[in-house]
């Protein structure tokens, strides 16, 4: 009687396994359901950076104000410290000549900089790669750097 | 010849392509100097490509081709931006002597108004998508926070705040 019961457990079991397996390329690939999503969807709202001082860069985008140029904003904050920011933005071109620009400006507790480039695009043009990177610090000698891209047709 | 999610992406909106949640072998596509772009259209059809609003007034445009796309309404929250490397804390000793010396960021002058970082000299990626992950791992080794990168993507639990 108690082998016949575990017969049928280890059959039962069988079963499921390879029904399960046999389900597995039917659905959505396993891959997909990754980490990162779980991540994402554990953390939505803000999580505490450290003492609240942070940098962040935008992302590059043709400025709506002044027309034809790409324009990008980049902000370090830190309460009750001097801050600095340096950033760049560049145009990728052929290998090393990219063309770039830098603005750099020191402040207390909060600083922005604005930074632009005039546009190049033509029409017929794959959109063009501007990278901006950033360089961010605070009077306690912290230092961070934060980057975007972006392809646009500027 | 034009591939599809290859060149054509809406404006105000920046795309993402997640081939490290697909095959092998679709991540050795998207690292084939040429034959990337071959990869783009595989990976629309498996759902890997997003479309990121770049600010919250970004409105898509209506006559975009969506089809393949994962579209997000919301720009992404600060995991995320501190994940691509667009945000960051500051943090004090997080890195030792010989990351400081190897992954500080070092500035050039050339004019009165550039300002190069090491971070925008070439990298020798010879794929959009290389060049992305390459980008991505040195903002973070440079910050010091390259571990907690492998462990968010890998979707490991981590206190910012440490």
């Given at each position: 009687m108690k082998s016949r019961a575990l017969v049928t457990l280890l059959l039962l079991s069988l079963t499921v396994i390879s029904s399960a397996n046999a389900a597995a390329p039917f659905g959505?690939?396993?891959?997909?359901?990754s980490a990162f999503t779980n991540v994402k969807g554990q953390l939505v709202k803000k999580i505490s950076f450290g003492r609240g001082c942070d940098g962040q860069t935008d992302y590059p985008h043709e400025s709506t104000h002044f027309p034809l140029t790409v324009n990008v904003e980049a902000l370090t904050e830190c309460p009750g410290q001097e801050v600095s920011i340096t950033t760049t933005i560049s145009r990728s071109r052929w290998w090393i000549f990219n063309e770039a620009k830098s603005v750099s400006a020191k402040g207390f507790q909060r600083v922005k900089v604005n930074v632009s480039l005039p546009c190049k695009w033509k029409i017929g043009q794959p959109p063009i790669l501007y990278v901006v990177i950033s360089h961010h610090s605070d009077s306690k000698g912290a230092q961070q750097n934060t980057e975007t891209k972006a392809r646009i047709k500027c | 010849m034009l591939q599809k999610g290859w060149h054509e992406f809406p404006a105000n909106f920046h795309p993402e392509f997640n081939f490290h949640r697909g095959p092998f072998w679709l991540r050795a596509l998207a690292r084939t100097?040429?034959?990337?772009?071959?990869a783009y259209p595989i990976a629309m059809k498996k759902g890997l490509c997003e479309l990121w609003p770049s600010s919250s007034e970004s409105i898509l445009d209506?006559?975009?081709?969506?089809?393949?796309w994962v579209i997000h309404t919301r720009e992404k929250n600060d995991l995320e931006r501190w994940i691509e490397g667009s945000l960051a804390y500051f943090g004090h000793g997080e890195r030792n002597r010989t990351q400081q010396f190897l992954f500080r960021d070092r500035m050039f002058r050339?004019?009165?108004?550039l300002i190069l970082f090491r971070g925008v000299?070439?990298?020798?990626?010879?794929?959009s998508y290389g060049g992305t992950l390459r980008r991505q791992r040195g903002i973070h080794r440079a910050n010091g926070t390259y571990k907690k990168y492998k462990k968010a993507l890998r979707g490991e639990h981590f206190d910012f705040s440490e």
């Open positions: 959505p690939p396993p891959t997909v359901k | 100097p040429f034959f990337e772009r071959f209506p006559n975009f081709d969506t089809t393949g050339v004019k009165k108004n000299l070439p990298r020798f990626s010879f794929t």
